[in-house]
C-alpha cells in the first residue's frame, strides 16, 4: 500500500519535516537534522545539529556561519540516493545558484520532490536544472504571476553594455544579491566579451572567490576602495541591491542605478527603488518554467511553499492538478533571495 | 519597433535631461529613416491617427487569458498596458490560456510572426478602419516582446508620457549636427513626419528645408534675475521699465500663404503651437509679422490672477462657455517682425514704437499695449514694483510680479542674453512650515533625501496640529541638502518606501522658511491648499517648532485671490438663489 504524502512529508513551525526520516528540510529555526537545499541565507541557516547538504552549500554555509555553523555536517553527493531513517533521499541540481538542490524522498513507493528555488534558464555559474518525475511536487512561486517572463538574459547584459558605452563618463552601479546573482552577472559579462575589472562591494568579496576557488571565470573583479570611488568613472560595479541608492554610491560618478532582478520585470516596482536601468535576470523560475515544471514532473499533487501562491494554486486547479499554498513563513526575508514586500507596502532601506 | 521600444523604455526611468538627450540623439544617429522621423512625430505629438481606446487593449487580453489569472496581475502590476503587455500570450505561452479551451496552441506550426517596424504600425494606423483594428493589434502583440507590446500600447493608445517634450526631441534632432534647436524651430511648422528633409539637413546631407510656414516662430528673447547687487552696476537712464505679468508668455505670428490665405498663430516661449487653445485671440490677429506678449484673462476691463488664467489652460475642450468666462487677451510688449521686415536688430525704444503703432492699427482690445513705467532711479522703480497701482497699474496691480528692466537700446536676440533684459520680481510669500516628511530624489540625487513635505499648524480634535500644505525640493545649496539629508536620517520615525517621516510636534522639528508664488484651494492636499512654485528659502535651525506659522496666515493668503476664478457662476448661483 502506497504511503499517504503527508506520512512522508508535513508542515511544522520550523518549516517542512519528515516523520519517517526525522528531518526537516531548509528549517527557519535551528533543528536535530536538517537537509537543506542551497546556501541562500533564508534556507541555510546555522545552528542546526546535523546539516546534509551539496558539498558546494556546506562550502557556502561555512564561509558564511564559519566552519562551526553545524555540529556535524554530511555531504549530499548529487543524483546518489542515501537512506536516512526510513526514507530514501536524493539531491539533484535544480540550477538555482551553485551548489543548490532538489531533495526527492521516497518511501513506500511514493515519491516527494522539494525543489527548492530552481530556474530552468542557463546559467553559467551552476549546474543546469534536472527533472524528477514524483508523485507529489513542493514547488516555490516566487513569479508565480503570468507577468513574469524572464527574458533572454544576454540582451539584459547587452543593456547594461550598451549603457556603459553611452555613458563612458558615468559609473554603472549594478544591485545584485551576494550569492548567485551576482557572480552570474559577472559570468554573463564576461559571455559578453567584457573583460575590464569589475568592481565588488566588500560585501561579495567572499562569495566571489568561492565562485573562483570552484573553478568559475569572473576575471579581474578589485573590491572597491572609499578612496578610489570617484576615480571609476565607465566602471561596473557590483553591490548589494541595498547599496545602490545609499551613501555608499554617493561618491561614485553620476552613478546610473541598475538592479539586477526579476522583479525589474515591473515599471513600478524599479521605480520605487530608485532604478534607473533594470535589468531582468532572475534565479527563479519565471511563469512559463513554473506551469511547465509541473507538468513534465508528472505530479500529481503540487504545495506551493512561498511567493506568489495563489495564482499558481489556480493555474494547477484548472488544469486538473490537485495543489495547495503552503503560505511558509521565514524565507526571502533577508533580500537574500529575490522576495520583496507586497506592492505598495513599505520596501525600506534594507529590502 | 524593437529599437523604439527600447528607447522609450529607458526614457522613462531615466531622470536626467541631458541623459535623455543623448538616448535620443543616438537613437536618432542609429536609426534609419522613415522610422526615426516617425518616432520623433510620436514624441512631438505630431502623428495623426486614430488612438486606440483602453477598452480594445482590455478586450484582446481578456479574449486570451485566464479571467482569474489576469485578475491577479492587473490588481499586482497596477498598469492596464503593462500588464497587458506582460501577459499577452504570444505563441508557445498557453499556460494563461482559459484551461477549458480546448482550441490548440495559437501559432504553433505558423512561422514566427513578422515583427513591425515603427513605419509599418504608423501607416498602417493611419489607414486601418476601426473594425479591422483589433485583429492588426493582436498580430503585432503577437510578433513583439514584452517591451515592445508595452511600447506599442503607449504609442496606439497616445500615453506615450516618457517624460520628453517636443523641445527636448527636437534638441536632440539639432544636436545631431552642429545646428541650435531654434533653427529646428523655426522651419518645424513646414515639416511633416518622417522627417527625411530635416535629418538630411542636420546631418549635412541635404538643403536647409524651407520653412512653408508664412508664420514661423521666432526664438523668444528671455531675462535674467535682477540681483541687489546689480544695481550698483547699471545705470538707470539707460534702461526702461514694463510691468512683469503674472500669465503666460506667447509669441503670435500672422502672414498669408501661397495661396493668399491670412495664416495666424500663437506660440508658446518655446516654440510650441498652441493656436488650437485660443481662438478667440486668433482671430484678433489682424496684422502680418511677429510680435511677443503675456497671455492674461482681462474681465471688463481688468486683468485676472494667474489662477484665472488657469482655468483657461490646458482644457481639450475649448467651448464658447470656456471663452466667454475667460477671455483671453495678449498684452504685448515687443515686435519683432512687421510684414516681411525683421526688426530684431533695432534698439527697444525704437521697436517700441514700431509695436505701439502697429497696436493702433490693430485696434482691437483684445491686442493690447502693455504700459512703460516711468522711472527716473532704481529707488523710483522699487517703489513702483512695490506698489504698481500708485503709478498707474490700478485694479491690475495684483497680475503683476514685478517688473521687466530692458537696455532701451537691446536689440531682440534669441535666448537669454547677458545684459540687455532683467526681471526684478516681486518679493515671494513666506511661510515659516515644520518638516514632516523627507523623500529621496530622483538621479544625481537618488542618494539623498531631497524632497520635503512641510506643514503648519491647525487646531485639530487633540489640540494643535500639524498639517501638510506642501512639498519642495529647491532652493537650498549643495551644503544644506548634505545638512537636510543627513537630519532626515536622524531624525526619521518612520519609513514608507523612499519616504521618512521624520520626528515633529510642538517641542521637536526642523522649520523651513518656505518661499513660494501664490496659492490655490485644492482637494488633493489635505490642507486644502496647493502652492505655486514652493521652495526652501532658508533653513531656520533656530526656530522652535511651535512657533512655526498657521493654516490661517494661508487662508489670507487665499481669499484674496479666489473669488474671481469664476464670476459667471457666481452671478448665475446668486441669480438662483435671488
Known amino acids: 500500500m502506497a504511503l499517504r504524502s503527508t506520512d512522508i512529508l508535513t508542515q511544522t513551525p520550523q518549516g517542512l519535516y519528515c516523520p519517517l526520516g526525522d528531518f526537516h528540510i531548509d528549517p527557519v529555526r535551528p533543528v536535530k537534522r536538517a537537509l537543506i537545499t542551497h546556501g541562500h541565507s533564508d534556507h541555510a541557516r546555522s545552528g542546526h545539529r546535523s546539516v546534509l547538504a551539496t558539498r558546494e552549500t556546506l562550502l557556502i554555509m561555512a564561509v558564511r556561519y564559519g566552519a562551526d555553523f553545524a555540529s556535524s555536517t554530511q555531504e549530499a553527493p548529487l543524483g546518489e540516493s542515501l537512506r536516512v531513517g526510513d526514507v530514501t533521499v536524493r539531491f539533484t541540481p535544480a540550477g538555482h545558484v551553485l551548489g543548490s538542490a532538489q531533495i526527492a524522498i521516497e518511501a513506500g513507493g511514493t515519491r516527494v520532490v522539494v525543489s527548492g528555488d530552481y530556474k530552468r534558464a542557463e546559467d553559467p555559474t551552476c549546474l543546469p536544472y534536472e527533472l524528477v518525475p514524483c508523485d507529489v511536487f513542493i514547488t516555490e512561486a516566487t513569479f508565480g504571476l503570468p507577468v513574469f517572463r524572464h527574458p533572454d538574459t544576454r540582451a539584459e547584459v547587452r543593456k547594461l553594455l550598451d549603457s556603459a558605452a553611452l555613458f563612458p563618463e558615468r559609473s554603472h552601479i549594478v544591485g545584485a544579491y551576494a550569492l548567485g546573482k551576482a557572480q552570474r552577472v559577472m559570468a554573463l559579462l564576461r559571455e559578453e566579451g567584457y573583460d575590464r575589472p569589475i568592481y565588488l562591494h566588500g560585501a561579495m568579496e567572499r562569495l566571489t572567490e568561492f565562485y573562483k576557488s570552484e573553478g568559475i571565470p569572473l576575471g579581474e573583479t578589485p573590491k572597491v576602495v572609499a578612496s578610489e570611488r570617484s576615480k571609476l568613472a565607465g566602471a561596473i560595479v557590483i553591490c548589494p541591491p541595498s547599496s545602490i541608492q545609499d551613501l555608499w554610491s554617493r561618491r561614485f560618478p553620476d552613478p546610473v542605478t541598475c538592479f539586477a532582478s526579476g522583479w525589474m520585470r515591473v515599471r513600478a516596482r524599479a521605480r520605487q527603488k530608485g532604478v534607473e536601468l533594470p535589468l531582468v535576470i532572475s534565479d527563479h523560475s519565471d511563469w512559463d518554467d513554473l506551469c511547465r515544471t509541473i507538468r513534465e514532473t508528472g505530479a500529481g499533487e503540487v504545495w506551493v511553499t512561498h511567493g506568489q501562491e495563489d495564482a499558481l494554486v489556480h493555474w494547477c486547479t484548472t488544469h486538473g492538478i490537485r495543489a495547495r499554498p503552503l503560505h511558509m513563513l521565514g524565507y526571502g526575508d533577508e533580500g537574500e533571495t529575490e522576495e520583496a514586500p507586497a506592492p505598495g507596502a513599505e520596501a525600506g532601506d534594507a529590502a | ?578
Not at chain 2, 497616445?158 to 526631441?169: D, H, I, M, Q, T
Open chain 2, 1 to 578: 519597433m524593437n529599437r523604439f521600444a527600447a528607447l522609450l523604455d529607458r526614457l522613462g526611468y531615466e531622470p536626467r535631461r541631458n541623459a535623455k538627450l543623448r538616448l535620443l540623439t543616438d537613437y536618432f544617429r542609429h536609426t534609419p529613416d522613415p522610422d526615426r522621423g516617425y518616432a520623433l512625430a510620436a514624441m512631438t505629438g505630431a502623428l495623426m491617427f486614430k488612438e486606440a481606446k483602453p477598452g480594445l487593449i482590455r478586450g484582446l487580453v481578456e479574449e486570451r487569458t485566464d479571467p482569474e489569472l489576469f485578475r491577479m496581475s492587473y490588481h499586482y502590476v497596477g498598469d492596464l498596458a503593462e500588464t497587458a503587455a506582460l501577459i499577452w500570450p504570444a505563441p508557445g505561452h498557453e499556460s494563461v490560456a482559459p484551461a477549458s479551451d480546448d482550441a490548440p496552441a495559437i501559432g504553433h506550426n505558423n512561422p514566427p510572426p513578422h515583427v513591425p517596424t515603427l513605419t509599418e504600425v504608423i501607416e498602417t494606423l493611419a489607414t486601418t478602419s476601426k473594425s479591422d483594428l483589433p485583429a492588426r493589434v493582436a498580430e503585432w502583440m503577437d510578433a513583439l516582446d514584452e517591451t515592445g507590446r508595452w511600447a506599442l500600447i503607449k504609442l496606439i493608445t497616445r500615453e506615450l508620457r516618457v517624460g520628453v517634450s517636443a523641445r527636448l526631441a527636437k534638441t536632440a534632432v539639432a544636436q545631431l549636427g552642429e545646428i541650435e534647436p531654434d533653427e529646428v524651430e523655426l522651419i518645424w511648422h513646414g515639416l511633416e513626419a518622417p522627417y527625411e528633409d530635416l535629418f538630411a539637413w542636420v546631418e549635412g546631407r541635404g538643403e536647409r528645408p524651407e520653412s512653408g510656414n508664412p508664420a514661423p516662430f521666432r526664438p523668444s528673447m528671455l531675462s535674467h534675475p535682477l540681483e541687489d547687487e546689480d544695481f550698483a552696476k547699471l545705470e538707470a537712464s539707460e534702461f526702461l521699465a514694463e510691468w512683469k505679468w503674472d500669465g503666460i508668455r506667447l509669441q503670435a505670428a500672422a502672414g498669408h500663404g501661397s495661396d493668399g490665405r491670412p495664416v495666424k498663430r500663437i506660440y508658446s516661449r518655446t516654440g510650441e503651437d498652441v493656436s488650437r487653445a485660443f481662438p478667440d485671440l486668433v482671430e484678433a490677429l489682424d496684422f502680418e509679422g511677429a510680435i511677443d506678449g503675456e497671455l492674461l484673462i482681462v474681465r471688463e476691463g481688468r486683468v485676472q490672477s494667474f489662477n484665472v488664467l488657469q482655468q483657461r489652460l490646458n482644457r481639450k475642450a475649448v467651448t464658447p462657455k470656456l471663452i466667454a468666462e475667460f477671455p483671453a487677451h495678449l498684452r504685448v510688449y515687443d515686435i519683432l517682425f512687421e510684414g516681411e521686415e525683421d526688426l530684431r536688430a533695432l534698439p527697444f525704444a525704437e521697436r517700441r514704437k514700431r509695436l505701439e503703432a502697429l497696436v493702433a492699427r490693430i485696434g482691437d482690445p483684445r491686442i493690447e499695449l502693455s504700459p512703460m513705467v516711468p522711472f527716473a532711479t532704481w529707488e523710483e522703480l522699487a517703489a513702483a514694483r512695490a506698489d504698481p497701482a500708485s503709478v498707474g497699474a490700478g485694479p491690475d496691480a495684483d497680475a503683476i510680479e514685478g517688473c521687466m528692466v530692458k537696455r532701451a537700446n537691446s536689440p531682440y536676440l534669441p535666448g537669454r542674453p547677458k545684459g540687455y533684459w532683467y526681471k526684478w520680481k516681486r518679493d515671494p510669500y513666506l511661510v515659516d512650515a515644520v518638516m514632516m516628511y523627507g523623500q529621496r530624489g530622483h538621479g544625481k540625487r537618488s542618494s539623498f533625501y531631497s524632497d520635503y513635505t512641510f506643514g503648519v499648524w491647525r487646531d485639530g480634535p487633540n489640540g494643535e496640529e500639524l498639517v501638510p500644505v506642501g512639498k519642495a525640493y529647491h532652493g537650498f545649496t549643495d551644503e544644506e541638502l548634505v545638512k537636510l539629508d543627513r537630519y532626515v536620517r536622524n531624525h526619521t520615525v518612520n519609513r514608507f518606501g523612499p519616504v521618512r517621516e521624520v520626528e515633529y510636534g510642538r517641542d521637536r522639528g526642523l522649520v523651513l522658511e518656505v518661499a513660494f508664488e501664490g496659492l490655490q484651494r485644492s482637494t488633493r492636499h489635505k490642507s486644502g491648499v496647493a502652492m505655486r512654485f514652493p521652495r526652501i528659502s532658508r533653513i531656520r535651525w533656530d526656530k522652535p517648532a511651535a512657533e512655526a506659522d498657521r493654516i490661517e496666515t494661508l487662508e489670507k493668503i487665499l481669499e484674496r485671490g479666489e473669488k474671481e476664478v469664476y464670476p459667471l457662476q457666481d452671478k448665475a448661483a446668486k441669480r438662483q438663489k435671488g
